[in-house]
């Protein structure tokens, strides 16, 4: 069956501009996770959707980060006004609930010149 | 302190050799505790978990816990080249996968 998709795979844009990152989880996953992993660092919690419930956004680096997911699957982490410092990989992962193995998507690796 | 400390390598063993990946960290309440293998421009994939002090084995590889220490480890036996990686380790205060925090990772090389 179909992993993890995220989209895109690569993103240049400049400083300052928006970006938005695309997810789509594994069909039946409730658990929804965003990480972030950057160069010579391990991988950086952003934010966990589960169900229906509110998410914990408590690993969001600062209020021009956001993520939303719709219907309970796609989910999408927009950036606002990038930096520099946010270029990394941008990795989402979803798993059946909270309790079972996380499944990994590719991941975007975003550039900010 | 780091919150997960790994060696960052490499570490290069031979082909058939045992590769012994270990990891520390600081929250005495962690329960739960993940290795996954990343290759070079590719996710990040779970190989094992553990929870309980003690040794936890599949197949070629072993994870030991020792919570009084801090530490956990994995052993890889018989390395395969195809075993050259980067392997993470990941805590959790819970008992589920909710909020890992993840090491640097360990990158092995298995020389042919």
């Known amino acids: 069956g179909a992993g993890v998709s995220q989209s895109p795979s690569n993103k240049v844009t400049e400083k300052g501009k928006d970006v938005e990152l695309r997810c789509d989880p594994i069909?039946?996953?409730?658990?929804l996770y965003w990480y972030r992993q950057s160069l010579g660092q391990g991988l950086e919690f952003l934010i966990y959707f589960q169900g229906n419930s509110a998410p914990d956004k408590s690993g969001l680096p600062s209020d021009r980060f956001s993520a939303e997911r719709t219907g309970g699957s796609v989910s999408t982490l927009t950036i606002q006004r990038t930096q520099q410092e946010d270029s990394a990989v941008y990795l989402c992962a979803s798993s059946r609930d909270s309790n079972s193995p996380l499944h990994f998507g590719n991941g975007t690796r975003l550039t900010v010149t | 302190q780091k919150e997960v400390e790994q060696n960052s390598g490499p570490l290069s063993v031979p082909e058939g050799a045992i590769a012994s990946l270990n990891c520390t960290y600081s929250?005495?309440?962690?329960?739960?505790f993940f290795w996954y293998r990343q290759y070079s421009g590719k996710s990040p994939e779970l190989i094992m978990f553990i929870y309980s002090n003690g040794d936890k084995e599949d197949g070629r590889f072993t994870a030991q816990l020792n919570k009084a220490s801090q530490y956990v480890s994995l052993l890889i036996r018989d390395s395969q080249p195809s075993d050259s990686a980067t392997y993470l380790c990941a805590v959790n205060r819970g008992g589920s996968n909710y909020k890992l925090t993840f090491g640097k990772g360990t990158l092995l090389t298995v020389n042919p």
């Open positions: 069909s039946g996953h409730t658990a």
């Open positions: 929250d005495r309440g962690s329960q739960s």
